[in-house]
T-cell receptor, first 111, second 114 residues
Framework: KQEVTQIPAALSVPEGENLVLNCSFT??????LQWFRQDPGKGLTSLLL?????REQTSGRLNASLDKSSGRSTLYIAASQPGDSATYLC??????????FGAGTILRVKS | NAGVTQTPKFQVLKTGQSMTLQCAQD?????MSWYRQDPGMGLRLIHY???????DQGEVPNGYNVSRSTTEDFPLRLLSAAPSQTSVYFC?????????????FGQGTRLTVV
């Protein structure tokens, strides 16, 4: 059974810092990995999708990497801003078309 | 640009009542699914569908029913609401059945069962 773990559970950083969020998964047989952002009381917004054949994806200040063999992904946020404060969720798509989610990392960027 | 639309946004039910959570997508996606989100537990899959007329159970299906009569709609029915079903419910859709595409989520339905 696929299990996804996100570390840390919560993170507080001053504005301007670069930061890394971690995601690990137990079964390396995945189709893709997706990072989402969730604001309080809101739905999930897709940030980056990495296919199993890819090593990384970039969008603006966000960079996500994937090491399928070791079951790890990282989300790198450059020059963090207070507007980046949210919960970040990692999800892997594997057998049966199912998305398995981690519990998320709550990020707070202090101004 | 509707994407995935869920209704209602908020609902309070009494124990034993039934209701239907609506989900509609306008992207012609084959794959649709329902998740519930509980504090500290991430999102867990309730039911999913790979196309009209085809549904299957996810990780936590008990107490819920689904049907898929059209490509666009995937309603979730609570048969007899229980306090343990208090949660935030999300509907998602994705094109293609191989799991190789991006998933899109609705804004969620916050359900409280008293």
């Amino acid at each position: 059974k696929q299990e996804v773990t996100q570390i840390p559970a919560a993170l507080s950083v001053p504005e301007g810092e670069n930061l890394v969020l971690n995601c690990s998964f137990t079964d390396s047989a995945i189709y893709n990995l997706q990072w989402f952002r969730q604001d309080p009381g809101k739905g999930l917004t897709s940030l980056l999708l990495i296919q199993s054949s890819q090593r990384e994806q970039t969008s603006g200040r966000l960079n996500a990497s994937l090491d399928k063999s070791s079951g790890r992904s990282t989300l790198y946020i450059a020059a963090s801003q207070p507007g980046d404060s949210a919960t970040y969720l990692c999800a892997v798509s594997s057998s049966g078309n199912k998305l398995v989610f981690g519990a998320g990392t709550i990020l707070r960027v202090k101004s | 640009n509707a994407g995935v639309t869920q209704t209602p946004k908020f609902q309070v039910l009494k124990t034993g009542q039934s209701m239907t959570l609506q989900c509609a997508q306008d992207m012609n996606h084959e794959y649709m699914s329902w998740y519930r989100q509980d504090p500290g537990m991430g999102l867990r899959l309730i039911h999913y569908s790979v196309g009209a007329g085809i549904t299957d159970q996810g990780e936590v299906p008990n107490g819920y029913n689904v049907s898929r009569s059209t490509t666009e709609d995937f309603p979730l029915r609570l048969l007899s609401a229980a306090p343990s079903q208090t949660s935030v419910y999300f509907c998602a859709s994705r094109s293609h059945n191989t799991g190789n595409t991006e998933a899109f989520f609705g804004q969620g339905t916050r359900l409280t069962v008293v």
